[in-house]
């Protein structure tokens, strides 16, 4: 989107390369100190440190759901510190389908996204579908 924000850019090139299992550029967009933090109580959550450790639980995440997870963007917000994206997640489990949305939340710095929080509308769903 041209007139777009660049943090937006920066958000849309990330949720592009995640959705086709393109870690290179997302590496890219990756500052090298990216704290990546999943709540809940299920066997994601934690935080991840570094571009080495968030793309491990990229994998991780696509292994547990047979290559299924996906996010569709809606909407993406951004300034100069932050972008937020409005998005529905997608997966399959053990022949169970899942549908959340959610708001995530990133700092970007630099042209980098340096931190990220994801907040889903059903976090008790991704509990079931992962427990520890």
Do not use: C
């Not at 989107?1 to 393109?22: C, I, K, L, Q, S």
């Not at 704290?35 to 696509?62: A, K, Q, Y």
């Not at 529905?88 to 169970?96: L, Q």
């Amino acid at each position: 989107m041209a007139d777009e924000h660049p943090n937006a850019t920066v958000f849309r090139r990330g949720y592009e390369a995640f959705n086709a299992g393109d870690m290179d550029t997302l590496r890219e967009l990756f500052d090298a100190n990216i704290v990546w933090h999943n709540g809940g109580r299920n066997r994601f959550s934690r935080d991840s440190h570094g571009i080495d450790e968030t793309l491990g639980f990229f994998l991780e995440l696509m292994q547990a759901t047979d290559g299924t997870f996906h996010l569709d963007v809606h909407d993406i917000l951004a300034d100069d510190d932050h972008a937020v994206a409005l998005v529905t997640a997608h997966s399959e489990v053990n022949g169970t389908k899942t549908e959340d949305i959610g708001a995530h939340v990133v700092h970007v710095k630099n042209g980098k996204v340096t931190e990220s929080w994801f907040f889903n509308w059903n976090p008790y769903q991704q509990d079931e579908l992962f427990p520890r």
